[in-house]
């Protein structure tokens, strides 16, 4: 797992507030505006969620995106690994290799644990609880 999160995955923190904030539908162009991104960038970062369940997509002059789920049943792991894919790649943290129990590596341990400690305080972060600044850092 990288000790990274990427900046898809913050935009889709951004989008599902902003929709948690409206009780309507938001066009693509006016959900860019909102969150700082692009009109193209947008559907890749929406997709895995409406994949997910959480937002509905809706096409047509009338149509637009719909959050459909609380926030505060939503995790930021669970967005997390909705757009970047599982956080357990099964590999070493210090060599490309498949991590095993049997001749673990120097690192093996104290990561498994720092892990834990990270994907459990991403689980315990619900969305609704997360400020969201409109800029980059």
């Known amino acids: 797992m990288r000790l990274e999160v990427t900046r ?13 904030e409206r009780d309507d539908r938001i066009k693509g162009p006016e959900l860019a505006e909102l ?13 895995p969620l409406v994949r997910a369940g959480w937002v509905r997509s809706d096409p047509g002059p009338t149509g637009g995106y719909a959050l459909i789920v609380d926030l505060t049943h939503l ?4 967005v997390i690994e909705a757009v970047e894919g599982p956080t357990e790649s099964g590999r ?3 060599a490309d290799r498949p991590c095993s129990q049997t001749g673990p590596c120097a690192l093996h341990e ?22 969201v600044a409109h800029h980059t850092c």
């Open 8 to 20: 898809k995955s913050d935009l889709a923190v951004q989008i599902l507030k902003v929709l948690g």
């Open 75 to 78: 995790s930021m792991l669970q």
């Open 110 to 131: 104290p990561w498994t644990r720092a892990r834990a400690l990270l994907l459990g305080e991403l689980h315990r972060t619900s969305i609704a609880e997360v400020s």
């Open 92 to 94: 070493c943290v210090l």
């Open 35 to 47: 969150v700082g991104s692009t009109v193209g960038f947008v559907p890749q970062v929406i997709t």
